[in-house]
């Protein structure tokens, strides 16, 4: 961790305090539902497991990896980009559980914070854990109760929701008025990039609607069409892992 980091955490830790509740709501929340399912479903297994943290730790690199293909959008200011981050996230959520998940979210932005450092004072890294935590535990929490592919698609449908309606309340409330704090410009300012790109955006309320909306459900659901088509495949994969790492 660079001294770079270590400033901004001293300096905004009124975010940071922010950061680690929500990331206790998070890990309380997907550990509830864990023990709910597994009682439901007569199974029992260790919310801890060297496989879960060999998969968590390998899967939080490949969304690291995934963050940096960052995508511009042609109906979207260049502040908003896709990525496919998440997908590894939904992917260890669905085979391990909502813990699980909620984990990948969090070593992803812990070490994109090492490697990168914050040009955002830690805004910026809080948006990403939220919305991506919004789109995996509502997905995993329902498919952990049944694990068919069609539950397997309510679920991403469900979550692509979600972070569809929470990206946008995020965005209008907290993420917009924190960045034009942060930059020293007014709110107006970023309507005014959107509308150079989107004619249909002339307010924050526009921009969400023609934005960020559009943004999200495309996200979601390029994440949950990959999620659906190789997750089986994957699954195969780990359990047999699992199975070699047993017989040892």
């Known amino acids: 961790m660079n001294i770079t980091l270590l400033s901004s955490v001293v300096q905004n830790t009124i975010y940071v305090s922010g950061f680690v509740i929500i990331i206790a709501i998070a ?33 939080a690199a490949i969304s690291v990896v995934l963050m940096m293909f960052e995508i511009a959008l042609p109906f979207a200011p260049s502040f908003y980009k896709m990525d496919l981050s998440d997908l590894p996230a939904l992917i260890g959520a669905f085979a391990f559980g909502p813990m699980a998940g909620v984990m990948i979210e969090l070593v992803k932005i812990l070490l994109e914070l090492v490697i990168r450092g914050t040009s955002t004072a830690f805004v910026g890294e809080l948006a990403n854990f939220v919305i991506g935590c919004c789109f995996v535990l509502p997905a995993s929490i329902i498919y952990t109760f049944k694990k068919t592919r069609t539950m397997a698609l309510i679920a991403c449908l469900v979550g692509t929701i979600v972070i569809s309606i929470v990206g946008s309340l995020m ?31 002339t307010s924050i309320w526009t921009l969400v609607l ?20 190789i997750y089986k495949r994957i699954s195969v994969i780990l359990k047999t892992a699992t199975f070699a790492y047993k017989r040892k």
């Open 171 to 201: 965005n209008a409330f907290f993420l917009l008025p924190a960045y034009s704090a942060l930059y020293g410009m007014p709110v107006d300012a970023f309507v005014q990039m959107g509308n150079e790109v989107n004619g249909n955006v």
């Open 27 to 59: 890990f309380i929340v997907s550990i509830l539902c864990e023990n709910l399912a597994q009682k439901i479903n007569h199974t029992s297994e260790p919310l801890f497991s060297t496989r879960k943290i060999v998969v968590i730790g390998t899967f």
């Open 210 to 229: 023609y934005c960020v909306v559009p943004l999200n459900l495309l996200k979601g659901g390029i994440d949950s069409i990959i999620a659906v088509l």
